[in-house]
């Protein structure tokens, strides 16, 4: 080939010719040259030389992360039977090519690796990154950059890299550097944050780029961006070093230069709180990146970022200065703009983002420690008013403990300043007093009240000398140019207690407050009676205050029979108010009633007192007598013209009436409608002046009777006239045009009714139609009806809330809600009429307001209307549970026509299939929940049905399977979630059964799920889902708790606590609903699941948390469950035993927990042992064939046991657990007869301590259970002798027993199982129990037991505890009740001697000193808690005298008579 041509196909040149690769090119000179090691060895050497004169270190280091780099880090990490990763073969060979470059350079090798990687470092954090990515990496840097400290790492490791100068040279390209970069340095430990803090030259220029840096993170944390867990873990790793170094203990003082780290620490973290409060100060708007910023920074005080240093001081420390620094935070606020302007500084209004902050800070610090840092900041610094009084609101609001210490802090501050007249003490003192009033009574006391116990009374510290009381006068004299006109108020009305000699000092303030109260236009003399001048609040004016004194006068004097005093004082201090206020709105005329009332009661002894005047009551007089006198001539039955005007006014509001029907045929003179309804009006005022009184009523809220009707006559006229005509002007109307074309007729009617004072007639005549008779009305009636609903409901701003009274829910409802509460689904007749009306309102609300918003057709339907519909039509319809296909949407079906049945359903179908409302269904308020389906369905009366029994069945089925199942939550449904599903049922079936259910007290209220055919079918289907649970958790261990207890824990837990008789009451109802619904459920439900594979047991501690904390208080009797839970559970436990593999094995597992954990259980048990054991031993034997298990037979012997000791032969041994045996023999003694009980009980002095004790509690348990339970109270004496007899065996053998009543949660042993088993009330009544017995005590007893005296002493303080909190009342009550009772508190089963001789032997057998030892000092009181009975007159003889004295003592009046009454009769 010539050259020519050669160079032409080398270069591709001709148009034919084929271009061959440079891999084939080299291949070929491959073959051709032949292997020579020589040559080798010179090309190696010459390719080094050429990477040595063309190297770029940089570029070298970030050339290690490329593509093969990541593709051999891959597969040689994961495959390990190659050689060693490539990272490190790529690392060493940048650190030989390092060394190589350092020995060429003549530098050290650690200082060139050193600039070489810092260089690195900046060429990535300068390569372009996304926008907005602040101080974070991008993908692709942070990738670069984490190989980067890879190789870093490897020379560290070989010693090639030296830390100090690569941080020199990293700071000297400290603008380029991100923040993250520098937070990766510090996390892989190429060089720490301290290094780098230490090597830095200036101190405050690191500060500020710290400081800036740490404001763009925040600002991109707020963002949500995708980087946020990278974001937060540094922002929490560096909050956590810099307060642990900032706030460090001092260091050593010996070191010669001071470390840089705490004061870079301290400066940031300065930087950032001024930061933030300033940006509060200028009002950050939300979303601004200052807002994001604080929002950020204010988290890091949080817990969850504080992270793991709350084990050091730091933290604390840090807190601390924090709060002294908002709190000194821009001091610019004097006192006196602080007195002016706290009102706008209380808790509601500081910012959200401060008040958090400061509830944050509240956190590491306790009360006392807040309090006192409060107070010397106060003394030591010039501080922030508005961040001081602030914090004061957050902290008596947030920290309950705080509020009595600052009342505490309060009077110190004042003492002090009368003690040394320092000015800036009083003035805190007011300012802290005020600002913690401002929250409220329920949290601190209001400021009239601390004024007046402060300076109210000759103890204040005003009244030690004249130079305080002009010091005080002085103070309040320069306050009120500044303060509000309440506190000067309160200091007028309850002024300080001067000396009179010093009585010109008050006088002097007072004109001055009087004289600037008058400037601010405020009059004390126009002050109401009842106004509350605690508050801070703007002054009512007086007009406004009196109606409301009146009626508060009335309300007092109604329960008292007598005037207020405060009305009689206002009579005489306050005459301008009294004359010229409250008088003329006390004296109002009206028509008086037959039967005098309240108000005509104050009124008489008003005048009886002769506190009216004698023209102002004669006015009043002839005025309700003209009123009553015209009522009279309207009503007399003689006069014959006043029935003839009567009907002629009635007549000309007929004919007005159908002059607007004739406007309605006529569509040209719709232009006249609104004046014809003018004439309506007017028409309709002349109708009702006969009969109807002309005083303005309060129409705020109006009462309706839906049962009884109390309609008068001419009233029921009036409105069934006015309804009539709307329901035929609307046919009328609709006959011509659709009501969107109808023009305003029907809404300025509306307005017209709304505005007469027949309003409440006319409601009560609409709801009388609706709830009793809306089946029979026809229906043009229900076209009518329901058009006049739906424009009441878009007049519902001015109509009064309605009221029906019970039981309807209290304090009154919107009307339209009321109608929707009227409209039942229950039977056939009322699920059809209420379709028909909700047909009929639907769709004129769709037509009328079409092209108004959703919300104006929102606000004129109730919501619980259009939800009823979809019900309905679910229900009744099964062709609409398809959704709806796009051809079957059509035209609204609003027509006149609609008469029959059958058009009724067809515009019911029309309506679903429209498209308009299927868009209406889309808002989640208006689409019908699974809630609300359950909540119609358990309302529904099966017997009366427009369903059959198999088609209810189904219909359930689908809506529950099918339809809500696997809706989404969003939608109401259950996200295909069955637990859910069941979760939904038993909530509303709690609800459903605990509700009235009903506005008519005719119907069924009994509250027993399953009273009812409808809740047993719903009842049905959750047995159904619950057995589908139970299979599908077969095998598996639960990951949470089972659905049925988590809906009993948080409808528990919502119930209000405390032991008064409300709260019990509600208690006792909700859980008799939670048994109830555990009985119809599979037993196994108590029990949870199990794994098949023994010894694992089933989880119970669900069922025994409720028995232990609820079942335990409210549905047990003296250590026993009721029969039907107990069976259920030992049904439970057969169904488990037979599922496992070892049944006998799983019993014994399950029984011995419930030793441990639930020993009621066992107890409950051995009380119906007769009626379970037949049970058990045949469902045993039948199904596992074996004997019963060892725990199984521990009950028989227990039974067993008590049964022989009873009976005249030899008793046997006990079992194993005494306590076990003892409860038997304890409900084995309840059968046997009071006149056998001493025979029977003489066996016990064999018995051993153990089942001594045990007996004695669950006798204990008896003898209360016998007061507190009705049907028991009869055997009170027999249980009383029970006890007797086992504490006479106790005290002969010598066994101690008083433990029993000192037995606390935390005793491991006797305690804790005792007290699982006793009843809340039981063991709260034990004080009771105790001086029950106090005529059987041993009188030996206080001097061989050291214990005595202190526990008889505390049973005596519980009892009078218990006295005063009213919770001995049930015992006393049905003691008084019982004849055989009252007997006994004469004469009990000792004689009078052996209290007598018992309380001989308590004062002198002890000695004084020993007495006040164990009798916390007050040896009368202790003689009385001994003595006090009811056993004999000389007993109570003995007693009066130390009674009369330790009331002397230690209280007077009512309180001592009640300690008297309680000892003597508790003793009874």
Known sequence: MSGSA????????????????????????????????????KLKASAVQLLRSHQDLNNLLLEVDGPSCKKLCLSELVVCEGPEPYADHSSSFVGSVLRDQASRLGVPVGVLSARVVASSVEQICAAPAEPGRFA????????????????????????????????????????????????????????????????????????????????????QIEESCEDSDITRAMLSGLVQMFVLRGFQKHSDPRSVEPEKMPQVALDVLQRMLTFALDALSAGAQDGSPSHKVVTCWFGVF????????????????????????????????????????????????????????????????????????????????????????????????????????????????????????????????????????????????????????????????????????????????????????????????????????????????????????????????????????????????????????????????????????????????????????????????????????????????????????????????????????????????????????????????????????????????????????????????????????????????????????????????????????????????????????????????????????????????????????????????????????????????????????????????????LLDSLLTCRTRESSLFCLKFCTAAISYSLCKFSSKSRDVLCSCLPLGLIKKFQFLVFRLFSETREPPSQEDTTGLPWSPVCLAPADWQRATLLLWRQSAFQELLREKDLHLTYRDWLWLELEVQPEVDFLSDTERQDFHQWAIREHYLPAPAALGGCDGDLEVACTVLVDVLMDYCQSSRSCDHSENTDSVPGGRTGNQDILSRLQEMAVELEREQDGRSPSRRHFLFRVFCTRLQALPGGWDMAASLQRQQELLTCKRLLLRLPPSVLLGSFQAEPPTTPHCEDFFHLVNSELRNCCSHGGALTHDITAHFFRGLLHTCVQSGDPALMANLLLAECQTQCPLILTSALLWWPRLEPVLLCQWRRRCRSPLPRELQRLQEAQRFARHFLSPEAASPSPDLAWVSAAALHFEIQQVRKEDIRRQLRKLDCAGEELLVFLFFFSLMGLLSSHLTPKEAVDSPKA???????????????????????????????????????????????????????????????????????????????????????????????????????????????????????????????????????????????????????????????????????????????LSRGLSICLLTAAG
């Not at 001789?1397 to 009798?1415: D, I, R």
Request: proline fraction near 7%; glycine fraction near 6%.
């Open 1280 to 1454: 009383l002798a029970v006890c007797a007899e086992v504490l006479a065996c106790l005290q002969r053998r010598r066994i101690p027993w008083l433990a029993l009543f000192q037995l606390t949660e935390t005793d491991a042993g006797l305690g804790q199982l005792l007290l699982r088993v006793a009843p809340g009330q039981h063991a709260r009544l034990l004080p009771f129990a105790f001086y029950s017995l106090l005529s059987y005590f041993d009188k030996d007893a206080a001097v061989r037991e050291e214990a005595f005296l202190r526990v008889a002493v505390d049973m005596y303080l519980q009892l009078i505890q218990l006295f005063v909190a009213g919770e001995t009342s049930a015992v006393l009550l049905r003691a008084s009740r019982n004849p055989e009772l009252q007997g006994q508190a004469g004469q009990p089963c000792g004689t009078d001697h052996r209290s007598t001789s018992f309380s001989a032997a308590v004062n002198t057998s002890v000695p004084e000193k020993e007495l006040l030892k164990h009798g916390r000092g007050n040896t009368r009181m202790l003689t009385l808690g001994f003595v006090c009975d009811t056993s004999g007159p000389r007993a109570v003889s003995c007693v009066l005298p130390p009674l009369s004295h330790v009331c002397a003592d230690s209280c007077s009046g009512p």
């Open 6 to 41: 050669a160079k032409d196909a080398a270069l591709g040149a001709g148009p034919g010719v084929c271009r061959r690769p440079w891999a084939e090119l080299l291949a070929g000179r491959v073959k051709r040259q032949k292997n020579n090691p020589e040559r080798e060895q």
């Open 302 to 817: 949080s817990g969850h970022i504080r992270g793991d240093i709350t084990s050091t001081d730091s933290p604390k420390r840090f807190f601390s200065h924090t709060l002294t620094q908002i709190l000194t935070h821009n001091p610019v606020l004097k006192a006196s703009d602080a007195v002016q302007m706290q009102r706008e500084w209380s808790f509601a209004r500081t910012p959200p983002l401060l008040s958090t902050l400061f509830r944050r800070l509240f956190v590491m610090l306790s009360p006392e420690e807040l309090v006192g840092h409060l107070q010397d900041v106060l003394e030591t610094q010039e501080v922030n008013w508005q961040h001081v009084l602030s914090c004061v609101s957050t902290l008596v609001v947030c920290v309950p403990e705080a509020q009595q210490l600052v009342s505490d802090w309060v009077a110190r501050l004042t003492a002090r300043a009368f003690e040394s007249y320092h000015l800036d003490s009083l003035v805190t003192a007011f300012l802290i007093v005020r600002q913690a009033a401002l929250e409220g009574p329920s949290v601190f006391p209001s400021y009239a009240d601390w004024f007046k116990a402060s300076f109210g009374s000759a103890r204040g510290p005003h009244g030690c000398s004249k130079k305080a009381l002009v010091f005080l006068f002085k103070f309040l004299s320069d306050l009120v140019p500044f303060e509000a006109p309440r506190y000067m108020q309160v200091h007028i009305l309850h002024p300080p207690l001067v000396p009179n000699k010093y009585r010109s000092l008050l006088t002097d303030y007072i004109t001055l407050a009087k004289t600037r109260l008058a400037d601010l236009k405020v009059s004390m003399e126009n002050m109401g009676l009842y106004e509350d001048v605690s508050s801070a609040g703007d002054v009512p004016e007086p007009h406004s205050q009196a109606p409301q004194d009146v009626e508060k006068a009335i309300t007092v004097f109604e329960h008292t029979g007598r005037i207020p005093v405060t009305v009689m004082e206002a009579s005489i201090f306050r005459r301008p108010y009294y004359l010229s206020h409250f008088l003329p709105a006390l004296l109002t005329p009206r028509v008086l009633p037959k039967v005098p009332d309240a108000r005509a009661a104050f009124i008489e002894s008003l005048k009886r007192a002769e506190k009216i005047p004698p023209s102002l009551y004669s006015a009043y007089c002839r005025a309700c007598a003209a009123a009553e006198e015209k009522t009279l001539e309207n009503a007399a039955p003689g006069a014959r013209a006043e029935p003839s005007c009567a009907e002629e006014a009635l007549g000309r509001l007929t004919a007005a009436l159908g002059e607007l029907r004739a406007c309605m045929r006529d569509p040209d003179r719709y232009d006249v409608i609104s004046a014809q309804m003018a004439v309506i009006s007017d028409r309709l005022g002349a109708a009702l002046r006969h009969g109807k009184d002309d005083a303005s009523r309060e129409m705020s809220k109006v009462r309706l009777s839906l049962v009884s009707p109390r309609l008068k006559q001419q009233e029921q006229e009036v409105a069934d006239l006015l309804l009539t005509s709307f329901c035929q002007s609307l046919m009328a109307a609709s006959s011509f045009a659709p009501p969107e074309r109808q023009g305003p007729w029907a809404t300025l009617f509306t307005r017209t009714v709304c505005g007469c004072s027949l309003l409440p007639e006319v409601l009560s005549r609409l709801c009388q139609l609706l709830h009793l008779q809306g089946p029979s009305l026809s229906a043009s009636h229900v076209l009518g009806l329901a058009a006049l609903a739906v424009h009441l409901g878009e007049s519902r701003s001015v109509l009064p809330e309605v009221d029906v009274g019970p039981p309807a829910p209290a304090g009154g409802l919107p009307f339209p809600d």
């Open 136 to 219: 974070m990496l991008a993908l692709e840097q942070r990738k670069k950059l984490s190989s980067l400290l890879e190789t870093a790492q490897h020379l560290l490791a070989q010693g090639m890299f030296s830390r100090l100068v690569f941080c020199q040279e990293l700071w000297r390209v400290q603008n380029s550097l991100l923040l993250e970069a520098v937070w990766c340095l510090h996390v892989q430990n190429v060089v720490s944050l301290q290094e780098l803090v230490e090597s830095h030259p200036d101190v405050q220029a690191l500060g500020a780029w710290l400081f800036r840096n740490l404001c763009l993170l925040c600002e």
